[in-house]
């Protein structure tokens, strides 16, 4: 079976840009996840999908959205970037939103100048 | 305080030796407890998962489980410089209106000398 399939691997972009990053969970997973992986700050939970629905949603601001498609591909979107934003962006599929492992895929690192 | 707490490191061990990783959570009613490691450069990996309290061993690694404490180790035995690598505690945390979500500490590197 494949692995989580995440592109662009990497991205450049400058203040004020949007970005969009795209997620292709493992086949038969159903949800998705999107972490936010900072030196500083960890791993951090940003939002959940399941069957197109947001399940549960972290504590980022509005700026951050996502969505999944009746495949259960999901896009996260930034808008308005900061510097901040620049980070590793990993998201992880599993089954449903009650199974508890999850599967990573390698991430989209994304800098922000 | 932090949901989920782990020391930074870096951890050193010379090859062979136990590799002893903690973490601590803040959530009482949290019931699965997860290890993942992450190489550099790499994405998380699932190595362990705990429920129940005592000791769940897999080959060289043994998780303990401490809920009364609300404390959760790794052992690393035999430890290996291929052991090298961060080690990412993870909680499951039940969320109001159903579903839950994994918190992670911050994560404790590992470094394995020859």
């Known amino acids: 079976k494949a692995g989580v399939t995440q592109t662009p691997r990497y991205l450049i972009k400058t203040r004020g840009q949007q970005v969009t990053l795209s997620c292709s969970p493992i086949s038969g997973h159903r949800s998705v996840s999107w972490y936010q992986q900072t030196p500083g700050q960890g791993l951090q939970f940003l939002f959940e999908?399941?069957?197109?629905?947001?399940?549960n949603k972290g504590n980022f601001p509005g700026r951050f959205s996502g969505r999944q498609f009746s495949n259960s591909r999901s896009e996260m979107n930034v808008s308005t970037l900061e510097l901040g934003d620049s980070a590793l962006y990993l998201c992880?599929?599993?089954?449903?939103?009650?199974?508890?492992?999850?599967?990573f895929g390698p991430g989209t690192r994304l800098t922000v100048l | 305080q932090k949901e989920v707490e782990q020391n930074s490191g870096p951890l050193s061990v010379p090859e062979g030796a136990i590799a002893s990783l903690n973490c601590t959570y803040s959530d009482r009613v949290s019931q699965s407890f997860f290890w993942y490691r992450q190489y550099s450069g790499k994405s998380p990996e699932l190595i362990m998962s705990?429920?129940?309290?005592g000791d769940k061993e897999d080959g060289r690694f043994t998780a303990q489980l401490n809920k009364a404490s609300q404390y959760v180790s790794l052992l690393i035995r035999d430890s290996q410089p291929s052991d090298s690598a961060t080690y990412l505690c993870a909680v499951k945390m039940i969320l109001t209106g159903g579903g839950n979500k994994l918190t992670f500490g911050t994560g404790t590197q590992l470094k394995v000398e020859l």
């Open positions: 999908y399941f069957s197109e629905t947001q399940r």
């Open positions: 992880a599929s599993r089954v449903d939103y009650l199974t508890d492992t999850q599967y």
């Open positions: 705990i429920y129940s309290n």
